[in-house]
């Protein structure tokens, strides 16, 4: 990973997912992330609007790092890295996408939920994947013993992490953060209520600094 994502998720190990197909709701969304205490963001490509969405993030806002998520193709990925995009987060592991993401520099965390999958991206050079989903995929313990055996993975459990069970996750030292759409609630963002996405941004850095200090 770059020294700046290292840093950021040592600070603040949660990574909000941004799923907005209207750019301004996208911004304001980042923006109210951000004053409760993160900014590492994934945006979502699950709308047509989503990467204009990233774009706007990242022209409209100051000392974010915005990355990619959902991305399922090697062209997806190549037009994401040139729209700006930090990272990339894939469902799962496609080798194409890996090795252009090593090549070029880019952190990709690819969705692995399987020792053979880990262990494949361990092969590819990886040595940060994504824990996908997490609560179906056999949550902690899974990830411990996925650690035991991986010694050099680090992993970011996404899918089913909460509040409830983030200290869990984040107590575990292979966990470099947890993503989560929780953060970006839809019934707030519709409702214009984006001081209620800080207010779950901050409850998330404090459940953070709790376990990790």
């Given at each position: 990973m770059s020294t700046d994502l290292t840093s950021r998720l040592q600070s603040a190990p949660v990574v909000p997912l941004i799923a907005e197909d209207d750019p301004k709701a996208a911004v304001k969304v980042a923006r109210a992330l951000g004053q409760g205490g993160?900014?590492?963001?994934?945006?979502?490509?699950?709308?047509?609007n989503a990467q204009a969405g990233m774009e706007a993030i990242l022209a409209q806002t100051q000392d974010m790092v915005v990355g990619a998520g959902t991305v399922l193709t090697l062209d997806q990925a190549k037009s994401v890295v040139a729209s700006g995009a930090q990272f990339i987060v894939s469902p799962g592991l496609?080798?194409?996408?890996?090795?252009?993401?090593?090549?070029?520099?880019?952190?990709?965390?690819?969705?692995?939920?399987?020792?053979?999958?880990?262990?494949?991206?361990?092969?590819?050079?990886?040595?940060?994947?994504?824990?996908?989903?997490?609560?179906?995929?056999?949550?902690?313990p899974m990830l411990k013993a996925f650690s035991s055996v991986f010694r050099e993975m680090r992993f970011m459990p996404t899918g089913g992490v909460s509040p409830e069970n983030l200290a869990d996750f984040l107590a575990l030292p292979s966990v470099i953060a947890?993503?989560?759409?929780?953060?970006?609630?839809?019934?707030?963002?519709?409702?214009?209520?984006?001081?209620?996405?800080?207010?779950?941004?901050?409850?998330?850095?404090?459940?953070?600094?709790?376990?990790?200090?």
């Open positions: 993160l900014s590492v963001l994934e945006v979502v490509l699950r709308s047509d496609v080798d194409e996408i890996a090795v252009y993401c090593l090549d070029q520099g880019i952190p990709f965390f690819p969705g692995c939920m399987t020792a053979g999958e880990v262990q494949r991206a361990y092969a590819l050079g990886l040595r940060e994947v994504k824990f996908f989903p997490a609560s179906l995929a056999g949550g902690v947890c993503g989560g759409s929780w953060l970006t609630p839809k019934d707030a963002i519709a409702a214009g209520r984006f001081d209620a996405v800080t207010v779950l941004a901050e409850n998330a850095v404090e459940i953070a600094r709790g376990v990790r200090g």
